[in-house]
Nanobody, 117 residues
């Protein structure tokens, strides 16, 4: 089992920045990839950025050049970050951290990001 806890969401004006954090604990040795998804009201959850254990990074086209995903490994915890710059109102939504192993897919509880125009 992997437990994921997100933090760092909030209300920001367009053009501003936020940094999301996700702390992964438990069976972190089993994680193959981690990422960030978001879900806007009335829309499906979509991939924002993903990072594999081998270092491969994927970004949604809508966030390329504005968002940066990164990861730090501690003794019993993996930290996943999403630095979001030049935020736009269309970036508003609930942001979820995910972690994948070969047998399971884990989700955090989500953190709200609201970008005002």
């Amino acid at each position: 089992q992997v437990q994921l806890v997100e933090s760092g969401g909030g209300l920001v004006q367009a053009g501003g920045s936020l940094r999301l954090s996700c702390a992964a604990s438990g069976s972190i040795f089993s994680i193959n990839a981690m990422g960030w998804y978001r879900q806007a009201p009335g829309k499906q959850r979509e991939l924002v950025a993903a990072l594999t254990s081998g270092g491969r990074i994927t970004y949604a086209d809508s966030v390329k050049g504005r968002f940066t995903i990164s990861r730090d490994n501690a003794k019993n915890t993996v930290y996943l970050y999403l630095q979001m710059n030049n935020l736009k109102p269309e970036d508003t939504g609930v942001y979820y951290c995910d972690a994948r192993s070969t047998v399971a897919w884990y989700w955090g509880q989500g953190t709200q990001v609201t970008v005002s125009s």
